[in-house]
Each structure stands twice: as C-alpha cells, then as structure tokens.
C-alpha cells in the first residue's frame, strides 16, 4: 500500500473475532472495495481466517499490479493477545 493514499483517506478496521462470521465478510468486502479506491487501510485482528484472507487479498492485488513492494504478513505480536 501507498505511503499516502491517493484520496487522503486512511482507514483503520478493527475486528476482534476469531471465528469466520458475517462481520469478518463485511470487513473483507468493505477492505476490498477501498483499497481499489486507493484508501490507506490498516487492519487490527486476532490472528484467524479474516488476517489470512486479507492477506490473500493482499497478495492477488499486488500481483495483479504487477510488483510485489514488500511481503504481506500478520501483526507480531498480535494486536490482541489470546
């Protein structure tokens, strides 16, 4: 992701489920549709399916960008603990 987004925006999503739910799928969704969008996000999770999902998220985005700029990866430590 950019340094500064191209719009300004910045958005900082905070989940702190730890199972698959409707929640989680409304994050991803929402997390897709702004980053084609160019918004600066920041995701705030327990390590689980939503963390995995966005990284995958992650990794096709920038592989369809055709460069990878850094190597996705989870929060250590996690940004809340068990």
């Known amino acids: 992701m950019p340094a500064v987004s191209a719009n300004g925006l910045k958005v ?14 409304q994050a991803l969704l929402l997390m897709r549709e702004l980053r ?13 399916p939503l963390v995995e ?9 920038e592989e369809r960008a055709g460069s990878l700029c850094h190597e996705p990866r989870p929060l250590d430590p996690p940004a809340f603990p068990a």
Request: hydrophobic share 45%; net charge neutral.
């Open 53 to 61: 999902r966005a990284l995958e998220l992650e990794a096709l985005a």
């Open 36 to 48: 084609a969008r160019g918004v600066d996000q920041l995701l705030l999770a327990p390590p689980g």
């Open 12 to 25: 900082a999503h905070l989940d702190t489920g730890r199972t698959w739910r409707g929640g989680q799928a």
